[in-house]
């Protein structure tokens, strides 16, 4: 490894989901090394995060793949300088093992050659030490089983335990590790998975892990100016032997630490059309305490004089590279991945997939209509066809996936669009009013910017008063292109326009991909002041364009929808408890109704609380409420959305998601597979709760309203502490009283912040307060306090008086 200076990465702890009556060390992932394995074999991976010292049990996502925890490892600190002696010493003993079992040099030259690199004073002459006692060493992975270790092995354990700790800064969220054994089917998909650990606070956040059907090695250190630099005292004949390339096809695995640079050798073929494929930032979407966010790799490829013949730090507007080469020349070739300003840690973890495999760079159309027989064209490296087939069946929130597939050899997966409204093509030449294409409404156009400075013209006609949406997509279907989009009138005034368009509430943007930092899909929305004829203009905000800038243009009245996101993905509640979480609502060309959410066949004995989002919001918190029964593991639970949109009804399936930083700021509500709930085996505090009311409770603005909350009576009553989570603005929790039935919360709103109706849900967290007893049996001068949990949501509905 070479240190260089480098930009610092500041420890931030910092939580963005507001989730009460939570365990405040629950566990946490923040990396996998290495993140996936072939389908087949079995593997040892390590996660790294915080709070997971009791690592219980692992969960994996999807069928095939099985986990289960190995031990807990101890954080490695620095070594004392008696062990530090010891395991030098040690080290140098079985490197010279090695060394004496090597085959001998042949010939005259060779054996002088042999004699010169033995004799020729280095680094590891100046390390060596006398004899000493020997010691105990940490039981740590690295330092286990030295002595089947290879050269290679020896001294990849010794640059990762004595390269200088001081250049990495402490990070408690990293610092603690889990060694996990996983095992992958031989028929397992393809694909990302999700992968949580269950410790004894809780269940942790999900993260990715990859299965794929290529063979898998790891990096081993050092290898930063060359993959396989000389080891000292090897002669060159036995290092040659030990340098072997690694064999295509191959995943290869690693971590960057500070100013690290990793290499990898490889021997290619001529006329092979490679694709080096990076996940990064694939791994890990977002780093909260780092700029810009995550992980940004570069890639190069040097020939075996040391030449670079191709380079790149990114696949057009994604951050993770793909680089494309065709090889030259039989040989052998290095390629060289670090982190564009040499930051590292043990989280900055990388995947590169070296193959001759197909790889899909561009497709049109980039969807196609619900039902309707679709086959798109397809261009990239390796692909024996130039068509796809595309499933168009209804598809989750109007995104599919497809990828090119022959026997083993699968392409990557590209997305594309499904939609019920009708399509057609865009017709060339339509770059000017006077040669516009003419289209009738509703309708989605496939198209393409097909060269620098293109613009693509549409002719609409259209009433007074009419409402008129126009939306791209392209940026979200893995296009290029960057759209620009003006609606003008038949003199050419602009009536609309946009470039790029995003919802945003504060910092969070809302996107429904959660992935996507520039977003450069365009969309309007426009009323027309006439009747008459309209222009739709699309352009490359850049002027770019190619046969890759596809994409699809929606022209119709406002279609209004909704998209819903669960957060966190991951929570846990105590038997007969209640647990809150928040739902986005996503809503789309102006809907602004009401949202009802249900379970979706939820396992027996779980309900929810205040399962309605209210006209006009976009996020509302809910609680779910646990059996008093636990069940054996943790399940996934599914909500959905029902709204009447038009005289329909309209039902939408809800995402799990969580509410992730990027760079100390921004948040984006990143998509999980599924929402999962850990039932803990113990009983929550707080009697069973029930809040006595059919409806929402009014409470008039500058007055008051009392609720009943139904409990058994007990004597904890008496001690409960009930209070507001992130109430509206202008409400209290004026009065607590013991009643027969319960206990009775009188709120109280003031006129001066809240003059509008408004809805909302109460979180209400209860924590007991009591007085302890000294060892003496008098009362102690403290109190204590600790929660008890949440209530039921309570619907409230505050109305001018």
């Given at each position: 490894m070479q240190f260089v200076l480098r930009p610092t990465l500041v420890v931030l702890v910092l939580c963005t989901a507001t989730v009460w009556g939570q365990s405040?060390?629950?566990?946490?992932?923040?990396?996998?090394?290495?993140?996936?394995?072939?389908?087949?074999?079995?593997?040892?991976?390590?996660?790294?995060?915080?709070?997971?010292?009791?690592?219980?049990?692992?969960?994996?996502?999807?069928?095939?793949?099985?986990?289960?925890?190995?031990?807990?490892?101890?954080?490695?600190?620095?070594?004392?300088?008696?062990?530090?002696?010891?395991?030098?010493?040690?080290?140098?003993?079985?490197?010279?093992?090695?060394?004496?079992?090597?085959?001998?040099?042949?010939?005259?030259?060779?054996?002088?050659?042999?004699?010169?690199?033995?004799?020729?004073?280095g680094p590891e002459k100046a390390e060596e030490v006398p004899e000493i006692k020997e010691v105990e060493l940490p039981d740590h992975p690295l330092l286990r089983d030295l002595e089947s270790k290879s050269l290679r092995e020896l001294a990849h354990v010794k640059e990762m335990i004595f390269f200088s700790r001081t250049k990495l800064q402490p990070n408690r969220q990293?610092?603690?590790?889990?060694?996990?054994e996983v095992t992958i089917d031989a028929d397992a998909a393809p694909g990302n998975r999700e992968l949580r650990i269950k410790a004894a606070a809780g269940l942790s956040n999900p993260i990715v892990f990859q299965v794929e059907q290529l063979p898998e090695v790891r990096e081993l250190e050092p290898n930063d100016g060359q993959a396989y630099p000389d080891l000292p005292g090897v002669p060159a004949e036995a290092a040659a032997a030990l340098a072997q390339p690694?064999?295509?096809?191959?995943?290869?695995?690693?971590?960057?630490?500070?100013?690290?640079?990793?290499?990898?050798?490889?021997?290619?073929?001529?006329?092979?059309?490679?694709?080096?494929?990076?996940?990064?930032?694939?791994?890990?979407?977002?780093?909260?305490?780092?700029?810009?966010?995550?992980?940004?790799?570069?890639?190069?490829?040097?020939?075996?004089?040391?030449?670079?013949?191709?380079?790149?730090?990114?696949?057009r507007f994604n951050p993770d590279p793909v680089l494309f080469y065709e090889i030259p020349a039989d040989g052998e070739y290095e390629l060289e991945i670090h982190d564009s300003i040499y930051r590292g840690r043990e989280d900055f973890v990388y995947s590169i997939v070296v193959s001759a495999?197909?790889?899909?760079?561009?497709?049109?159309?980039?969807?196609?209509?619900?039902?309707?027989?679709?086959?798109?064209?397809?261009?990239?490296?390796?692909?024996?066809?130039?068509?796809?087939?595309?499933?168009?069946?209804?598809?989750?929130?109007?995104?599919?996936?497809?990828?090119?597939?022959?026997?083993?050899?699968?392409?990557?997966?590209?997305?594309?669009?499904?939609?019920?409204?009708?399509?057609?093509?865009?017709?060339?030449?339509?770059?000017?009013?006077?040669?516009?294409?003419?289209?009738?409404?509703?309708?989605?156009?496939?198209?393409?910017?097909?060269?620098g400075g293109d613009v693509d013209v549409f002719r609409v006609r259209g009433r007074a008063g009419a409402r008129v949406v126009a939306e791209v997509t392209a940026r979200r279907l893995n296009s290029p292109l960057d759209s620009l989009l003006r609606l003008t009138d038949d003199s050419g005034n602009v009536l609309a326009w946009n470039d790029d368009y995003v919802e945003e509430e504060g910092y969070l943007h809302k996107d429904r991909l959660g992935l996507v930092t520039h977003h450069a899909d365009s969309y309007l929305s426009a009323e027309l002041p006439r009747d008459g004829t309209y222009y739709v203009r699309l352009s490359d905000a850049l002027s770019h364009g190619g046969q890759a800038y596809g994409y699809r243009l929606r022209i119709s009245a406002p279609r209004p929808d909704f998209a819903l996101r669960v957060t966190p993905s991951s929570v846990q509640v105590k038997m007969d408890g209640t647990v809150p979480f928040c739902v986005h609502?996503?809503?789309?060309?102006?809907?602004?109704?009401?949202?009802?959410?249900?379970?979706?066949?939820?396992?027996?004995?779980?309900?929810?609380?205040?399962?309605?989002?209210?006209?006009?919001?976009?996020?509302?918190?809910?609680?779910?409420?646990?059996?008093?029964?636990?069940?054996?593991?943790?399940?996934?639970?599914?909500?959905?959305?029902?709204?009447?949109?038009?005289?329909?009804?309209?039902?939408?399936?809800?995402?799990?998601?969580?509410?992730?930083?990027?760079?100390?700021?921004?948040?984006h509500l990143v998509p999980a597979q599924e929402f999962m709930v850990l039932m803990r085996h113990s009983r929550s505090g707080m009697p069973p709760a029930e809040v006595a009311a059919d409806g929402p409770v009014r409470i008039p603005a500058g007055g008051s309203a009392r609720v009943l909350v139904k409990m058994p009576r007990r004597r904890i009553l008496e001690e409960m502490r009930p209070e507001l989570k992130d109430p509206p603005a202008g409400m209290i929790l004026d009065k607590v009283a013991v009643v027969p039935q319960g206990l009775e919360l009188t709120l109280k709103v003031g006129t001066e912040v809240l003059r509008e109706r408004r809805t909302d849900n109460l979180i209400v967290e209860v924590a007991r307060e009591y007085t302890p007893k000294e060892k003496d049996g008098t009362p102690s001068k403290k109190k204590r306090r600790y929660s008890l949990g949440?209530?039921?949501?309570?619907?409230?509905?505050?109305?001018?008086?």
């Open positions: 405040t060390n629950e566990p946490h992932i923040g990396y996998l090394y290495p993140a996936g394995g072939q389908a087949g074999t079995t593997v040892q991976i390590v996660a790294g995060g915080q709070f997971l010292r009791s690592a219980l049990h692992v969960y994996v996502s999807g069928d095939g793949v099985h986990a289960k925890v190995v031990e807990y490892i101890k954080p490695l600190r620095n070594l004392q300088k008696e062990q530090r002696e010891f395991l030098q010493g040690r080290l140098k003993e079985l490197r010279d093992q090695r060394l004496a079992a090597l085959p001998q040099p042949r010939g005259r030259r060779a054996r002088a050659a042999s004699r010169n690199a033995t004799d020729r004073p990293l610092a603690e590790m889990v060694l996990i690694v064999a295509l096809p191959v995943v290869l695995n690693g971590r960057i630490m500070p100013g690290d640079v990793d290499r990898f050798r490889f021997r290619a073929r001529q006329g092979q059309q490679l694709a080096m494929e990076v996940q990064a930032r694939g791994l890990i979407p977002y780093l909260a305490d780092a700029v810009p966010g995550w992980f940004q790799a570069t890639l190069a490829l040097y020939d075996a004089r040391g030449n670079e013949v191709a380079y790149a730090d990114d696949y495999r197909p790889f899909i760079t561009q497709m049109f159309p980039l969807g196609g209509r619900a039902g309707a027989d679709t086959v798109a064209t397809i261009g990239g490296w390796n692909l024996p066809e130039t068509s796809l087939t595309l499933n168009t069946a209804p598809a989750s929130e109007g995104i599919a996936h497809a990828a090119y597939t022959k026997g083993r050899r699968r392409s990557n997966s590209v997305p594309y669009a499904v939609d019920t409204l009708p399509e057609i093509d865009e017709a060339e030449s339509n770059d000017t009013p006077k040669r516009a294409q003419k289209i009738d409404l509703p309708v989605i156009v496939n198209g393409r910017i097909a060269a609502a996503l809503r789309q060309d102006g809907f602004a109704g009401a949202i009802d959410v249900t379970l979706k066949d939820p396992p027996t004995g779980f309900s929810l609380g205040g399962g309605r989002i209210p006209a006009g919001s976009d996020r509302i918190c809910m609680t779910l409420k646990a059996p008093a029964k636990a069940l054996d593991r943790a399940v996934a639970v599914h909500l959905e959305g029902r709204a009447v949109i038009e005289g329909q009804t309209v039902s939408r399936v809800a995402v799990a998601a969580d509410d992730v930083m990027q760079a100390f700021l921004y948040r949440v209530l039921p949501a309570i619907p409230v509905e505050i109305v001018s008086q």
